[in-house]
């Protein structure tokens, strides 16, 4: 009968023990994938949060040039409506190599310019060819480094790539949350103080909201 009694007990502290681990090795997975994002939105939510007082000087780089014969037959004008398309690889190449910005993306073309506005985090900048005469003028504006995190911080003129990261960061910060959340619960009977500072999370930023907040 003892024996038998036991069983039970064993099958429970041993799903316990494996769920325990579970939950230690999905947490500390998700906060190692999500610790230098975590520092990174941590500080960016500071200077973000003080965007007067630490923003930089932009600093803006003026050039002027002339395309190629060759190469203005190929953005010349002509009678076709107003639209949008890249500019051809050999002018987006020489854009690159003389102008020194990138001559990719979407090139808004009218019946006398090609206009190529290339917004970047912690900066922009734009190419503007003349499709009669083949006059390029451009410039390039950097506003610092912390302005280029802060981009980051949002998302702005980052591009898919870094979209797909702050998906991913995102996704891993709930599991590293919800993970320490059931740790805490597992942990709660041993350690008093963790459900009134739980709560006092959720209180006083709901407060502040309600009262300072209108």
Partial sequence: MHGTARIPTQKKKSAKAFWLKQLHTWHWVSSAISLIGLLLFAFTGITLNHAADVEGAPQTISKNATLPADLLKQVAADDAPDT???????????????????????????????????????????????????????????????????????????????????????VACFLFALTGLLLLQLHAKKRPTTWPIVIAGLVIPAILAVIFIH
């Avoid at 922009?124 to 911080?153: C, F, K, M, P, Q």
């Fill in 84 to 170: 949008k398309k890249p500019l051809p690889a050999p002018v987006a190449a020489w854009v690159e190599k003389e102008i020194g910005q990138s001559g990719a993306g979407v090139a808004e073309w009218s019946a006398d310019e090609v206009y190529l506005p290339l917004p970047r985090p912690g900066g922009d900048g734009w190419v503007a060819i003349d499709r009669h005469e083949g006059a390029v003028t451009s410039e390039s504006t950097s506003r610092g480094w912390i302005s280029y995190l802060n981009d980051l911080h949002k998302g702005r003129n980052a591009g898919d790539a870094w979209k797909w990261f702050i998906d991913i960061f995102a």
